[in-house]
């Protein structure tokens, strides 16, 4: 970065100031209102850019205002739809050893995870070019903790402060998020190391074997196509459902689980696994929390409640829980573990449901047992071990003891509720203990379990200070079929009740009305769960292998860009950020990213121009080399608002968007807003004291083009620089609830990658036809039969 943009606003006392070029704020006798206030204030004076998240872009550490982020000034609004950006090989170490696993368990490095420091500026210059400076940063319980409780990976927390310190010299920030799925690499997943397991009595070894966890996806990285996407199944086998519910709820449901803690004495396992996971979240949290580039950290990714709740022994919920492959039953699952073979349900992929059950298959076999003689429960399955259920010796058969196990506390009766009764009261704990060692500033990023809309019961005595609400969404049809076409599904309606006939869109205007309903949705409940909290939308993406991989045979990524644009398109116009899953340096299209037979990374190394050939500007192009799709991914977008945005969409086939924004109210205007993205509340924001917008325009769009802008007042300036890839609008009427409307388009404009069709448009000239050929053929026998006669 040259030196001109290296000046920038810093917050003095209560009133924004111009920084000098060494970063240094100005004397207190000089400070003095944003300069867009003055009338010889020319647009984008400021040497800044719009997707700049440093302290000098923003003048000091974002924050949460309502459902907005708003910098440290209080003078910029940042529209939701800021671009956040997530890398995924985190959650495999550097030395995996697929031959080895799980016997390397304690010698695992994640040290140049997710890429080497000397490469981070190559992919810190690519992701500012392209405007993805916000960064969801993955972090693995195992990768700060694989060699035992309490044993710290100081090289790898070393290396992580060290690429995270670099991010403010591109813009970047990030929140750091503790990652996991299926909670383990050891049971099929990514996230704890593999002592957890072994603490509650789990032999790593026979945990295939006996069905209580898929591993082939971790082991061999999922490639062949029989693999594909059953290891989201593994939540509900024995392994993975029986640590969450003894991390969450051991106390109620496994208190005879006793662990010697480091002095020697017995203590609950889910004492001891929630205080290991609160010291190591503390100690992410000291090694990072005092960097700039950290804007906040999230607590875990995807929690899972195992088997609190259950509501039945014999089957799982098939609207939330996926049924692919072998499928034992809680119940079923048990047996397994405890010895005994077993017959379980085999289920296929179908249509119109996703799956369907079409074979058994005895599991286990051999009879081996997964719990280890010198764990805890002495060799004996822990819920058989809590009288949940036992072996019957005269009958030869497992028998339920307790049905409603799950459901009620065990000792007191009362009905539990996961939320209420475990999660908000640990995530209240780890607050305490992340803001203890960082700072009270820093943004938290909650989520419920994947595919719920947030529960009602997240009222304000549950919610953490600075907070921000963070839900996942896929379109879980394309994820699971691993195919995109003109026909897509509303899986979210369909799983509550809609009428299917609504759940079928058609064409690409479909599937952005599609998409745009689901995520409204998602987004409203939110609002009207948790009030005016900031909802972004912290996971993301789509399968680049879809439609049989046809796209790395021939290049053509159209279904690809055409389902990323439909995607993106919703989360617009529900005017809220996002975290694209994801940015993989180590992708290729033979392995993906190498994990669970997943490949989303729309950008991969092998495909790119080595480091000596890249310029780091942000007007090189040679950065976006080895990207796929990046003309729907790469958008613009409204990143400083001076104002409240109500409004923002972009027509990625002609590259024209449109923004609209208003000055903030007073309060009891009767401006608030209901729980809607349309409302957008106006009252009770901090006082406006800039004038300048800053919009994204990528100059992977304008290059070669000329920027129109329209719909301003004719008081209003506005200058696009290309270099800086900004568009700077200076608006100068401040009364109370105006409203600014621009529209920018592109002369020559873009060049159709496809048509936006719909079902009308590709089956409306045939319908009328059919339709004249009935009501002539109708005609033509009314007057075969009536002609004579009239004769």
């Known amino acids: 970065m040259s030196s001109d943009l290296d000046a920038s606003f810093v917050l003095v006392g209560d009133k924004p100031t111009l920084a000098t070029a060494d970063g240094h704020p100005p004397s207190l006798e000089s400070k003095q209102a944003h300069p867009s206030f003055s009338d010889s204030y020319r647009p984008g004076s400021v040497p800044t850019y719009a997707h700049d998240w440093s302290e000098r872009g923003t003048g000091g550490a974002l924050r949460t205002h309502g459902r907005h982020f708003v910098d440290a000034r209080e003078f910029t609004l940042h529209d939701g739809s800021d671009r ?75 290396y ?76 509900t086998k024995l392994a993975a459902a029986t640590m969450a519910t003894l991390f969450w709820a051991g106390d109620t449901f496994a208190p005879k689980l006793l662990i010697k803690d480091k002095d020697g004495a017995s203590v609950p396992i889910q004492q001891f696994l929630q205080n290991a996971y609160l010291a190591m979240s503390e100690m992410l949290a000291r090694t990072v929390g005092d960097l700039d580039g950290v804007l906040g950290f999230e607590m875990m990714n995807e929690p899972h409640r195992g088997y609190i709740d259950l509501q039945s022994f014999h089957f799982f919920d098939y609207n939330t829980d996926l049924h692919l492959s072998y499928c034992p039953t809680a119940f079923q699952s048990f047996q397994l573990g405890a010895g005994h073979p077993t017959e379980v349900a085999v289920w296929t992929r179908s249509f119109p449901m996703p799956t369907r059950k079409t074979s058994h298959v005895v599991l286990n076999p051999n009879g081996r047992k997964v719990w280890r003689p010198d764990g805890p429960s002495q060799g004996k399955c822990i819920w058989e071990l809590h009288d949940v259920w036992g ?19 065990p000792s007191t009766g009362k009905k539990i509720d996961w939320y209420t009764d475990f999660y908000y009261p640990f995530l209240g704990k780890w607050t305490e203990r992340v803001r203890g060692v960082s700072s009270p500033d820093k943004i938290l990023f909650v989520e419920p379990i994947p595919n719920e809309y947030c529960p009602k019961s997240w009222t304000p005595e549950y919610q953490v200070p ?109 005017l809220i950020g996002f975290t694209l899953w994801n940015y993989n340096p180590s992708n290729n299209d033979q392995y993906g990213d190498d994990w669970n037979g997943e490949n989303f990374s729309w950008f991969s190394r092998k495909r790119a121009l080595p480091p000596s050939l890249l310029f780091y500007d942000q007007d090189a192009p040679s950065l976006d080399n080895g990207a796929r799709i990046l003309p729907a991914i790469v958008r613009p977008y409204p990143a400083k608002v001076a104002g409240v945005p109500l409004k923002f969409e972009y027509e990625m086939t002609t590259g024209t968007f449109t923004l609209e924004w208003g000055n903030t109210t007073t309060e009891g205007d009767g401006s608030a807003a209901e729980a809607t993205v349309s409302s957008v509340p106006r009252s009770g924001h901090p006082k406006l004291t800039s004038c300048e917008t800053e919009i994204f325009v990528p100059s992977l769009l304008t290059v070669g083009r000329k920027l129109i802008v329209q719909g301003l007042d004719r008081a209003d300036t506005y200058v696009h620089d290309e270099r800086r890839q900004t568009l700077f609008i200076v608006t100068r ?24 069709n719909d079902f009308w448009s590709d089956f409306g000239p045939r319908i009328y036809a059919l339709l004249l050929v009935v009501i002539g053929i109708v005609l033509f026998g009314l007057l075969t039969v009536y002609g004579p006669q009239a004769s």
């Open 733 to 756: 009427n401040m009364d109370a609830g105006c409203v600014h409307r621009v529209t920018v388009s592109l002369n020559p404009p873009l060049i159709p990658p496809f048509e936006v």
């Open 466 to 574: 600075n907070m921000v609400y963070a839900p996942h969404w896929y379109d879980l049809n394309a994820l699971f079929t691993k195919a995109f076409g003109d026909f897509t599904v509303n899986v979210q309606g369909l799983s509550r009740g809609m009428f299917p006939l609504k759940a079928f869109y058609w064409g690409q205007q479909g599937a952005r009305d599609n998409y745009s309903l689901q995520i409204r949705n998602l987004v409203e409940a939110s609002y009207s769960s948790i009030g005016e909290k900031p909802v972004i939308i912290g996971e993301c993406g789509i399968p680049m292998d879809m439609n049989q991989k046809e796209a790395f045979q021939t290049e053509d990524f159209t279904w690809q860009v055409r389902m990323m644009d439909a995607m993106l398109t919703g989360l617009e116009r529900s």
């Open 160 to 235: 992580v402060r060290n690429l995270l310190s670099l991010l403010p010299q591109y813009g970047l920030t990030a929140f750091v998020s503790i990652h996991q799925d299926v909670w383990s690499r050891y049971s099929g997943g990514s996230g704890a190391p593999a002592w957890t397991l072994e603490l509650a009595g789990f032999d790593l070894s026979a945990l295939e074997e006996t069905g209580a966890a898929w591993l082939v996806g971790v082991k061999g990285g999922g490639h062949d196509e029989s693999e594909r996407g059953v290891w989201p199944c593994g939540y």
């Open 84 to 158: 956040l950006n997530e890398r995924a090989n985190e959650q495999s170490p550097v030395n995996d050893n697929h031959e080895a696993f799980p016997d390397d368990a304690e010698s695992v490095t994640f040290v140049g995870r997710p890429f080497p420091l000397e490469e981070a500026p190559e992919h810190f210059a690519r992701l500012r070019r392209w405007g993805l400076t916000f960064i969801r940063f993955l972090v693995t319980w195992e990768a700060v903790e694989h060699a035992g409780p309490g044993i710290y990976d100081m090289e790898y927390l070393t």
């Open 391 to 409: 072996w019957c010796v005269n009958k030869d058969e497992g028998v339920v003891l307790r049905e409603n196990y799950f459901i009620n506390n």
